[in-house]
């Protein structure tokens, strides 16, 4: 929280970290658990209406769990017979439908990786390396130093021809759900706006500074959910609302978009994440660095730690009492191999940076570990 200048209506701000609510709710809200800071905030009576008079923080509470609460019906609507399967593997499903009445179209995507939560979390978190892995990322910077959990970015796609290149302005967060009923972690990502003050007048100057490139800028939401299937496996479900900025989208272009943006993508995380410590980037130094963003990686550690101990002991305990042998557990609800290729190959007006994964794949192709076809 900011710290703030006093002023005649400035003292109810301050009287309220008298009320053991507010405190807690302070405490849980800076350990990234922001629905249970919520739960802490209204059972003690204080709602959203009221939000305002306890601060900028209270309201942030708020105003941010209520903005995942929408994330996570759209995660939930993968059901939704106005959705069309994309893509289906026998580890990925890419939905797409088109919001009736809007310019605003959707993707829900459901895979499950062969990668630990840990490294997933660092890929997703440093952005300024996303050029380094994911072919379709011209250009990408960070628009204000990084918090623990909180990035702002600019970013320029490629688009083929004969559409011009896609930006966007981003912001996002990271929220600890781990001990919610999802068992999960949320990154809550969406376009800048102007209350997001620093990162909206960082985005205005970079608007500047980029307006001679023929690019169009477009307006995005997403959410990442990550839940923890065993230590070394993760199922993802991603949910992603966008203005593409194109009056008709034709579907060839919607196919093109979920096989070689969509499911690459989504398969080319997972290989990263799962070959982390073989990559000739930063990921693996920054994500063993204590001091790295406020001690993101150590605090991360530390929460997955308390919970594999907490689930592995409840899986014991529910063990013993049926007299059964405990086996690992799972919530997935995929099945099979992931050994199909993506069988994606870069257009030929994309500048190729890929290289470094190609020699890392040949290095891991070694081992028995095979780089996914890019």
């Known amino acids: 929280m900011q710290r703030l200048e006093e002023g005649p209506e400035d003292s109810i701000y301050f009287d309220a970290w008298d009320n053991p609510a507010i405190a807690d709710a302070r405490a849980l809200y800076e350990e990234e658990q922001l629905f249970a800071a919520r739960r802490v905030l209204v059972q003690q009576g204080i709602t959203a209406a009221r939000a305002a ?20 019906q759209d995660l939930n609507d993968e ?8 893509v289906q593997t026998k580890r990925m499903i890419v939905r797409y439908r088109r919001i009736p009445g809007s310019v605003l179209h959707k993707y829900h995507v459901t895979a499950e990786l062969s990668a ?26 960070l628009l204000v130093p990084s ?33 919610e009923p999802s068992q999960s972690v949320y990154i809550v990502i969406r376009s800048v706006r102007p209350a997001d003050g620093a990162a909206w007048r960082a985005a205005e100057r970079m608007r500047e500074r980029v307006a001679d490139q023929r690019s ?32 008709f989208i034709p579907a060839s272009l919607i196919n093109w978009a979920s096989r070689k943006i969509i499911r690459h993508g989504t398969k080319q995380l997972g290989w990263v994440a799962a070959h982390l410590s073989k990559l000739q980037t930063e990921h693996w130094k920054r994500l063993h660095d204590p001091e790295w963003c406020f001690g993101v990686y150590p605090w991360l550690r ?25 086996v690992p557990w799972s919530g997935s609800r995929l099945s099979g191999s992931e050994s199909e290729p993506s069988d994606v190959e ?19 192709a070694s081992t028995g570990h095979a780089s996914p076809r890019t």
């Open 53 to 72: 008079s306890f601060g900028p923080l209270i309201e942030e509470i708020f105003r941010e769990t209520d903005d995942l609460s929408l994330f996570l």
């Open 147 to 179: 918090g623990r959990v909180q990035r702002a970015v600019y970013a320029r796609f490629y688009a083929p021809w004969p559409f011009a290149d896609r930006t966007i302005y981003l912001v996002g967060r990271g929220i600890d759900a781990l001990d």
């Open 216 to 247: 169009v800028t477009v307006e995005a939401r997403a959410c990442f959910e990550l839940h923890p299937v065993s230590r070394g496996r993760t199922r993802v479900r991603l949910v992603g609302v966008f203005d593409p900025r194109i009056k």
């Open 116 to 141: 630990p939560l840990e490294n997933l979390c660092c890929v997703l978190a440093e952005p300024d390396l996303f050029g380094q892995l994911f072919w379709y990322v011209r250009d990408i910077k």
């Open 302 to 326: 530390r929460r997955l730690a308390s919970f594999w101990w907490t689930r592995e002991a409840v899986s014991e305990s529910q063990s013993q009492s049926k007299g059964t042998t405990s």
């Open 79 to 86: 059901s939704d017979p106005a959705y069309s399967i994309a």
């Open 346 to 364: 870069m257009p030929a007006d994309v500048d190729s940076n890929t290289r470094l994964l190609r020699t890392v794949g040949k290095s891991a």
